[in-house]
Every structure is written in structure tokens, then in C-alpha cells.
């Protein structure tokens, strides 16, 4: 799911009048909007990690090394890039 759609269904949740309605749609849209948010900041380190060195990535964005290391995996798998020669395909 796109950030822009998750935006309009959060939106629509503020019109809702009934207040455990208001709270139910929120806690179902929860999960989509963490997830959405996880892989576009696991996007962002790794492109800012194609032209910048891990170390400098981890020290401007606040985090260990491990973490960008982390994130960078955690977006491939997500994106699916080609595995390196002999290397079998991803289990799916």
C-alpha cells in the first residue's frame, strides 16, 4: 500500500462520528500505516546507501551500522532484487 492512499484512509477516519468507529478504523488502519512507514524508510537508507558508505549513513541518520545493514536486507527482500550468480532463487 502507498503512503498517499494510507494519508486518505487516515483522513477519512476524522469524519467519522462515532467515536468507537472513529477507534476501530484506526486500530485496523495501524498495522498497514507502521508497515508503510517501515519500508520507506528501509527505501531511504538504501538508496542513501548506493552513494554513501554505511558508516556515514548510520552516523547521520542516528543509528549502528547494524541497523542500516538491517534495513538495507529487510528492502531487498521486500523489492526482490536478482540474487548474485549460484545463488538459488528466493524461497517465496
Known sequence: ?????????LTATTHLADPLARYQALRD??????????????????DARTTTAEEQVAEQVGVSVSEVRRRVTAHRKRVGPPRGPGRPAAAE
Not at 500500500?1 to 484512509?9: K, Q, V, W
Not at 488502519?29 to 538504501?46: R, T, W
Open 1 to 9: 500500500m502507498d503512503l498517499p492512499d494510507l494519508a486518505a484512509r
Open 29 to 46: 488502519l495501524a498495522p498497514e500505516i507502521k508497515a508503510a512507514i517501515a519500508a520507506e524508510q528501509d527505501a531511504a537508507i538504501a
